[in-house]
C-alpha cells in the first residue's frame, strides 16, 4: 500500500507540472487509482488519455466525449458493469474509471494490448472479424494486419506517449513495477 501512495504523490507532481512539459498529466490521482484497481500500467491510461483528449476534460468529438473519449453507449454499458447510477460520464473521474475498467476488459478479451487497443479505436466488432479473417490473421487470437491506417496509427502513437511519459515521469513507472 504504500507504494501506491507514493505513485499518487509522484502522479500529483505531475500534474502540477504539466503546464510546462510537453507531455501534461492531469488526473494522476484517478488515473493511478482506477488503472491500478484494474491491473493496467497507468501509462497506458495516460497514452490514451493524450491521444484522445489531451487532458482536456470536456472534450468532445462526433460520437465520444470526455477524457478517454467514450461513447454515451459504451459508458452506459460499462457503467452498469462497474454498478454505477445516475452518474456522468463526462465527469473527469468517472470517465477514467470506466475507460480503465474498458481498457482492461478489452485486453482480458483478447489477451493482448495492441488488440485492446486496435479495438478500442475500430471497435470489436471490426477487431472480432479481422481476427476472423485469415488475410489478417494466421491463428484467429492475433493480427498480422490492421486493415486501417488510424487504428494502426493510433497504436503506434499510443505505444510512443507510453515511452515519452515514462522519460517524464519515471518514479511512476518504477512505483508501479514495485505494486505488481
Known sequence: MAATCTVIVAMKSGTELSKSIKYPVQYGEYIVKYSLENNIDPYLVIAVIKQESNFVADAKSKYA??????????????????????????????????????????TDRYGSVDLALAAYNAGTGNVDKWLDDPHYSSDGKTLNVIPFSETRHYISKIKAYIEEYKKEVPVLYEEYDQTQ
Open 65 to 106: 466525449g470526455g477524457l478517454m473519449q467514450l461513447t454515451a453507449a459504451t459508458a452506459d454499458e460499462y457503467g452498469k458493469k462497474l454498478g454505477l447510477v445516475d452518474y456522468d460520464y463526462m465527469d473527469p473521474e468517472t470517465n477514467i474509471k470506466i475507460g480503465c475498467f474498458l481498457l482492461k476488459s478489452l
